[in-house]
């Protein structure tokens, strides 16, 4: 009988301290994107739009000239707290922590008047046991959509 409790307290203890681990206190922000006006064609944007995120390592996923938009896939980048917001654990945000993985998708829209660029960030904090890895809510902040879009018009 007492072999049998302290395993019932050693799995208790184990679970418990799992659930502390694991906590993750998401975002309650909205991502942000970035529109600007543009005086170019809508072909000649989304030639700039391209060749931007080609040069900055994204691959094109998806790309319809008519409808005026390109999306890419997701690409390994490291984030700033100030970049975006992944949630917390404990008051310390995941992105100032090196066990946190970050990656990011753009979507470029276009009309005949205006340019909108929206990201896609996806987070895992990694800390080296697999049964504390979390996946991420993260959220964008806004700052490199307005990066993207100076790269694009100028």
Same mark, same amino acid.
């Given at each position: 009988? +007492?072999?049998?409790?302290?395993?019932?307290?050693?799995?208790?203890?184990?679970?418990?301290?799992?659930?502390?681990?694991? +906590? $993750? &206190?998401?975002?309650?922000?909205? #991502?942000? =994107? !970035?529109?600007?006006?543009? !005086? #170019?064609?809508? /072909?000649?944007?989304?030639?700039?739009?391209?060749?931007?995120?080609?040069?900055?390592? !994204? *691959?094109?996923?998806?790309?319809?000239?008519?409808?005026? =938009?390109?999306?890419?896939?997701? +690409?390994?980048?490291?984030? #700033?707290?100030?970049?975006?917001?992944?949630?917390?654990?404990?008051?310390?945000? =995941? @992105?100032?922590? $090196?066990?946190?993985?970050?990656?990011?998708? !753009?979507?470029?829209?276009?009309? &005949?008047?205006?340019?909108?660029?929206? #990201?896609?960030?996806?987070?895992? =904090?990694?800390?080296?046991? @697999?049964?504390?890895? @979390?996946?991420? $809510?993260?959220?964008? /902040?806004?700052?490199?959509?307005?990066?993207?879009? +100076? *790269?694009?018009? @100028?």
């Amino acid at each position: 009988m +007492k072999k049998l409790s302290c395993v019932v307290v050693g799995v208790l203890l184990v679970f418990g301290l799992e659930g502390c681990a694991v +906590k $993750n &206190d998401a975002p309650v922000i909205i #991502s942000e =994107y !970035f529109a600007i006006e543009h !005086f #170019s064609s809508k /072909r000649e944007v989304l030639s700039k739009a391209r060749q931007a995120l080609l040069r900055d390592g !994204f *691959k094109i996923l998806s790309t319809d000239l008519e409808a005026g =938009y390109i999306s890419t896939s997701l +690409k390994d980048w490291r984030l #700033s707290p100030e970049q975006a917001h992944c949630g917390t654990a404990k008051g310390m945000d =995941y @992105l100032n922590d $090196n066990h946190t993985k970050t990656e990011v998708a !753009f979507n470029v829209v276009v009309d &005949d008047k205006a340019v909108i660029v929206r #990201s896609n960030i996806q987070g895992e =904090y990694i800390p080296g046991e @697999l049964a504390q890895n @979390l996946t991420l $809510n993260c959220v964008s /902040r806004g700052v490199i959509e307005v990066e993207m879009a +100076k *790269k694009i018009l @100028l």
